[in-house]
């Protein structure tokens, strides 16, 4: 299945693609690239720092709108601002908190915009998977 197959009604250019994944160890920190991850139901990104039981949420990271990335890495700079994700060619802030989003092996749910604003967006883990740098990242 390519990413244009299975879309509804959603229309062209409802896919995206993952061009970071990030984690940390310390909360207030930097997050690196860590290019795959597992992410757990209801934890979050196994190994970050913001993870949790009950609840740990993922921080997705909206390409569109921001400044353009540095030629040849769409992902350089990626994790200075808490992101686990950073995602491309999907508007997140065009889909209503609830949307589901099917990202690598996992299912997400869309909790809506971060405190911070910014671009950055919040999501739970529903099914848990694994999620690489390149993925397909579509709502469902």
Do not use: Y
């Given at each position: ?48 720092c ?23 890495d ?32 996992a299912?997400?749910?869309l909790?809506?915009?971060?405190p ?11 099914l848990a998977?694994i ?8 709502p469902?």
């Amino acid at each position: 299945m390519t990413a244009s197959d299975d879309r509804g009604d959603l229309g062209a250019g409802s896919a995206g693609t993952v061009l970071a994944v990030c984690a940390g160890r310390e909360k207030g920190r930097p997050k690196r690239r860590v290019g795959q991850a597992q992410l757990v139901r209801n934890f979050g990104l196994s190994g970050d720092c913001d993870a949790g039981p009950g609840g740990g949420r993922l921080t997705l990271l909206s390409r569109e709108g921001r400044p353009a990335p540095s030629p040849g890495d769409p992902g350089a700079g990626c994790g200075s601002l808490g992101e686990n994700l950073v995602v491309g060619g999907l508007d997140l802030a065009s889909l209503p908190p609830g949307s589901r989003l099917r990202c690598g092996d996992a299912l997400l749910s869309l909790l809506g915009e971060a405190p911070e604003g910014g671009g950055l967006f919040l999501a739970g883990v529903v099914l848990a998977g694994i999620v690489t740098e390149g993925d397909v990242i579509r709502p469902e």
